[in-house]
């Protein structure tokens, strides 16, 4: 059977060609009658002027009282708000044409759910505040970072920032998770283990990053 097709439109949309700002509300958006996106508000800054430079410059994007679902299944196919993603497909063939940058000056997300559903994991990220700033990939500076938050009901909280986006992916800062439940993960750690349970407390530094084609540090 094919995959429900995603149904839903926005009750308003402001947009201003001339500032670049665009403003959307009231977006539900449901797949074979179940909800998998909500967005109360978003509002976008978007600046022009550098796309003549092959630069997307976002100054400012603010989300407020989203909530989205992400669902994976047994075969690893993966949905996004209700809208299926295709495969990549890799031709071998290197393009010669020049790479865009692109980057955000400023993103703040509040009283936010994310929610991932697989056969053998449940995770429920709640965002009450969230803060980044500078994430390019023509800055030489790390991105500050500050997340306040909850994960399957636990408090979390990270304080740090993100490697510019020139120079890979991870996180660099502390993090503090209070009483995680274990019998979230019970399902997914099997047959290995078959029985899981208590709760994780975290108060640490932690200092991570990826680049593609290197090691994971």
């Not at 308003?12 to 009658?33: C, H, S, W, Y």
């Not at 047994?74 to 299926?84: C, Y």
Request: overall charge negative; cysteine-free.
């Amino acid at each position: 059977m094919p995959p429900a097709t995603p149904q839903g439109e926005p009750e308003k949309i402001d947009f201003n060609p001339f500032t670049g700002i665009l403003v959307l509300r009231e977006l539900n958006v449901q797949a074979a009658g179940q909800p998998t996106l909500t967005i109360p508000r978003l509002a976008l800054d978007l600046d022009w002027s550098p796309l003549f430079s092959r630069q997307v410059r976002v100054r400012a994007l603010s989300i407020d009282g989203v909530r989205l679902l992400v669902e994976q299944t047994a075969d690893g196919a993966l949905s996004i708000g209700g809208v299926r993603l295709a495969a990549s497909e890799d031709d071998g063939e290197a393009t010669s044409a020049e790479p865009w940058d692109y980057g955000i000056v400023e993103l703040r997300i509040q009283n936010t759910v994310l929610e991932y559903r697989a056969p053998d994991l449940r995770l429920e990220t709640g965002i009450d505040e969230l803060s980044l700033l500078e994430l390019t990939t023509w800055a030489t500076e790390p991105a500050p970072l500050q997340f306040q938050g909850s994960l399957n009901g636990a408090a979390l909280r990270l304080q740090g920032q993100l490697p510019a986006l020139a120079d890979g992916y991870g996180y660099a800062g502390s993090i503090r998770l209070d009483g995680l439940s274990l019998q979230s993960f019970a399902d997914s750690v099997k047959p290995g283990i078959e029985a899981l349970s208590g709760s994780v407390y975290v108060d640490s530094r932690l200092d991570v990053r990826y680049r593609e084609d290197t090691p994971l540090q």
